[in-house]
């Protein structure tokens, strides 16, 4: 289940592939139109917290750990998937495909990706050091360095790489004091004025990330408690992970194409319309073949409707860290 599951992810979490499609294919897997685009738009931006950035005290999108990765990647509950690649996996991963691409060339994707970056748009920016505290922190970092130099023939391997893991580490985050306005410039980052922009970086990045992929390796154990053979592997991001479950047939496909929509119009000036989709009523008899049935699928279904409900409750969460973090700094 989780390789016919990795066909559709892959493509839709990963937004690549052609234009206009030619079916309602988002209905016809059990998801809803309004669900299928905020999943596109905001793993594009790969950010699903539609909140001023820099407002998150505990803030962590793009970071390495999986709670960081997940906050950045996701993918909907699909509830037909299964019924559908029954039978030509290749041709549904292809109008999902063709729909991606289309929505990303409408006046919708544009609009909401303009009311997006808006909502995200910093509204403060964190304290900053002194010119004169930074300039007296360079000058420890370049005697630490000196210092380093004499003394790792002393030093083990292990010791002498995290001395200079630490030296690295001091050099950014004084890099990152340099600037006036760190929030805003991550805002410009992951926001740009013309979100052409960043959708052909996410392009870019898939086709950097499906070219590292051993499609041979090898996995073991069975059910959620697989994992690879090479440890080396079970280290790779949540992407690279999808990408491998997809199998080698279906990225040969997408990086054919990712290659085409790259040689062209990333987001072509004229732009469609998808006005022509419309959600249909979907019984709640129907499903992916999970175990949960009738309810849980309905629950799973409105997942999109329900991220606000969660939101909050994350929210809730989060200020009381900050006030627990506020009491330790009294």
């Given at each position: 289940?989780k ?39 905001k ?6 917290d539609a ?9 962590d999108?793009?970071?390495s ?21 029954a039978?030509d ?6 109008d999902v495909?063709?729909y ?6 409408s ?8 009311e997006?970056?808006a909502?995200?748009?910093p509204?403060?920016?964190p304290?900053?050091?002194s010119?004169?505290e930074?300039?007296?922190i360079e000058?420890s ?8 130099t ?8 292990q ?11 001091q050099k950014?985050?004084?890099?990152q004091?340099?600037?006036p306005t760190?929030?805003?410039t991550?805002?410009e ?20 990330l ?9 996995i ?5 408690s697989r ?6 592997y079970?280290?790779r ?7 491998y ?8 496909v997408v ?5 085409q ?5 990333i987001i072509?000036k004229e732009?469609?319309?998808m ?7 979907m ?12 309810k ?7 997942s ?10 994350a ?16």
């Amino acid at each position: 289940m989780k390789r016919i599951q990795a066909t559709l992810l892959v493509v839709l979490a990963l937004s690549t592939w052609a234009f206009i499609a030619v079916r309602d294919i988002i209905n016809e897997l059990g998801i809803k139109h309004s669900n299928a685009q905020n999943y596109i738009l905001k793993n594009l931006v790969g950010n699903f917290d539609a909140t001023p950035i820099g407002s998150d005290a505990v803030e962590d999108v793009g970071g390495s750990s999986l709670d960081a990765q997940l906050k950045s990647f996701k993918v909907p509950y699909i509830r037909n998937l299964k019924s559908m690649v029954a039978g030509d996996k290749a041709a549904v991963a292809k109008d999902v495909c063709n729909y991606v691409k289309e929505y990303i060339n409408s006046h919708e994707f544009i609009e909401a990706y303009t009311e997006l970056r808006a909502k995200t748009k910093p509204v403060s920016e964190p304290p900053r050091l002194s010119l004169a505290e930074v300039q007296n922190i360079e000058k420890s970092l370049v005697q630490a360095e000196k210092a380093l130099t004499q003394a790792a023939g002393y030093m083990t391997k292990q010791q002498l790489a995290e001395a200079k893991k630490a030296i690295a580490e001091q050099k950014l985050q004084i890099q990152q004091q340099k600037d006036p306005t760190p929030n805003k410039t991550r805002w410009e980052k992951m926001y740009p004025a013309d979100p052409a922009v960043m959708v052909k970086k996410r392009l870019q990045e898939y086709l950097a990330l499906a070219a590292t992929v051993d499609f041979k390796a090898e996995i073991t154990g069975s059910g959620g408690s697989r994992t690879f053979v090479n440890p080396a592997y079970e280290a790779r991001p949540v992407k690279w992970k999808v990408i491998y479950r997809a199998g080698k047939e279906v990225n040969d496909v997408v990086t054919g194409f990712v290659k085409q929509w790259l040689a062209g119009e990333i987001i072509a000036k004229e732009k469609t319309t998808m006005t022509q989709y419309k959600d249909v009523a979907m019984s709640s008899g129907k499903g992916n073949g999970s175990a949960g049935g009738g309810k849980q699928q309905e629950r799973d279904e409105d997942s999109g409707d329900n991220e606000s409900i969660v939101a909050g409750k994350a929210k809730e969460v989060k200020n009381l860290f900050k006030k627990v973090k506020q009491k330790i700094v009294e």
